[in-house]
T-cell receptor, first 112, second 110 residues
């Protein structure tokens, strides 16, 4: 699986936007970019995914660079409940690529 | 309730005992997974299943056995528990692009 690089930790003030970066310079054309988050003492939770175009959903936005070598998860207005570890994961759409491979992720702290 | 449930939530067992962690999903998703999460290692895949009666090894399968006789159930068995298997175990299911994780089972082997 192609590798992703994320900062170990980030801080944000409550009610401010948060931009979580992810580098994936070895991404292949069939790799989807997925974001999951894990709140304390809970299982990971799907946030968003995309292939080439920017994506929006009720939780967040995903901005994908034109060359696809990096992406940014955007939380438009951080709340205390958004404090979690955020994982950027590449998953191939090719045959046999079933699982998600988790890295260390970015631990987001939200300051009241 | 719809979703994915794991049982038990907490388990303490002795070294050498067999223990089974249960995972049940209500959606009939084809794919199911077992991960373990340890400090310093993050989430690692133990086994996965693409459908009933189809299972395959992940990154850390040694000491574990799985079965999938029904689509909705994917139990994970530790045949002879060791202290190194003390961990938090997460089950997940996936259909399409989104995976759903259970709340986890915290297993302590003493």
């Amino acid at each position: 699986d192609a590798k992703t690089t994320q900062p170990n930790s980030m801080e944000s003030n409550e009610e401010e936007p948060v931009h979580l970066p992810c580098n994936h310079s070895t991404i292949s054309g069939t790799d989807y970019i997925h974001w999951y988050r894990q709140l304390p003492s809970q299982g990971p939770e799907y946030v968003i995914h995309g292939l080439t175009s920017n994506v929006n959903n009720r939780m967040a936005s995903l901005a994908i660079a034109e060359d696809r070598k990096s992406s940014t998860l955007i939380l438009h207005r951080a709340t205390l409940r958004d404090a979690a570890v955020y994982y950027c994961i590449l998953r191939s759409s090719g045959a046999g690529s079933y699982q998600l491979t988790f890295g260390k992720g970015t631990k987001l702290s939200v300051i009241p | 309730d719809a979703g994915i449930t794991q049982s038990p939530r907490y388990k303490i067992t002795e070294t050498g005992r067999q223990v089974t962690l249960m995972c049940h999903q209500t959606w009939s998703h084809s794919y199911m997974f077992w991960y373990r999460q340890d400090l310093g290692h993050g989430l690692r895949l133990i086994y996965y299943s693409a459908a009933a009666d189809i299972t395959d090894k992940g990154e850390v399968p040694d000491g574990y056995v799985v079965s999938r006789s029904k689509t909705e159930n994917f139990p994970l068995t530790l045949e002879s528990a060791t202290r190194s298997q003390t961990s938090v175990y997460f089950c997940a299911s996936r259909q399409g692009q989104e995976a759903f994780f259970g709340q986890g089972t915290r297993l302590t082997v003493v």
